[in-house]
């Protein structure tokens, strides 16, 4: 089974940019599609965009037009671009398997945006 190992997170000022990284192993990892995930302190885990094995990608509201979605199946990775960052984007992001979550949930990155 796919496994993944999120990291990139970091402490940011607000309106800063991160890059986060899922390296997943497997070799079908190509045919899936896959998502980032979020979850913020005293909040369900949310999901903040997916892209399919073919590149097509979809984004929650909150993160549309900010955060940019990408994959390099021959790196067996999946990118999370996170621009203009706002304090709200403050928790641990997890990637998995997009829509539905079937994976085992890797140990996710932090990310902290605040002055």
């Known amino acids: 089974q796919v496994q993944v190992v999120e990291s990139g997170g970091d402490l940011v000022q607000p309106g800063g940019s991160l890059r986060l990284s899922c390296a997943a192993s497997?070799?079908?990892?190509?045919?899936?599609?896959m998502g980032w995930y979020r979850q913020a302190p005293g909040k369900q885990r949310e999901l903040v965009a997916g892209i399919t094995s073919g590149g097509s990608t979809n984004y929650s509201s909150s993160v549309k037009g900010r955060f940019t979605i990408s994959r390099d199946n021959a790196k067996y990775t999946v990118y999370l671009q996170m621009n203009s960052l706002k304090p709200e984007d403050t928790a641990v992001y997890y990637c998995?398997?997009?829509?539905?979550?079937?994976?085992?949930w890797g140990q996710g990155t932090q990310v902290s945006v605040s002055s």
């Open positions: 998995n398997m997009y829509p539905t979550a079937t994976l085992k």
């Open positions: 497997g070799s079908r990892f190509s045919r899936y599609a």
